[in-house]
């Protein structure tokens, strides 16, 4: 029995990409000018979601986990008479870093 559902998951697998696969052809054989067409008409569209929304989620993460281990940090400081800046001294300029990122990482990258 439970071979049967594994089979037909995988059947139902490989008709799905068989169904929702869709080929593409180059133009007279010329591979490369048909990716790097797609590539053009995608990277727009690949540079608008990482900069609305992978940069934006990363940057909340970052700032959650900076503000908490700052919170940590003060708590070990009432606790033992020495606060640690090295946690959170990295996760601010991890911050910074990805705060400033959509800036110039464009240009590094050739887009």
Not at 9 to 35: E, K, N, Q
Not at 40 to 65: E, G, R, W
Request: charged share 10%.
């Amino acid at each position: 029995m439970k071979m049967k559902r594994i089979a037909l998951l995988v059947c139902v697998a490989a008709l799905t990409a068989c169904v929702f696969g869709v080929p593409a052809y180059a133009a007279s054989g010329d591979v490369a000018g048909a990716i790097e067409g797609t590539w053009t008409t995608a990277s727009q569209q690949i540079k608008t979601v990482v900069d609305n929304v992978v940069f934006p989620a990363i940057d909340l993460i970052l700032a959650v986990f900076f503000f908490a281990k700052l919170g940590t940090a003060y708590f070990d400081y009432r606790k033992h008479g020495q606060f640690e800046w090295a946690a959170p001294a990295i996760l601010f300029s991890c911050l910074v870093f990805t705060l400033t990122a959509p800036l110039y990482v464009w240009q590094i990258l050739g887009m």
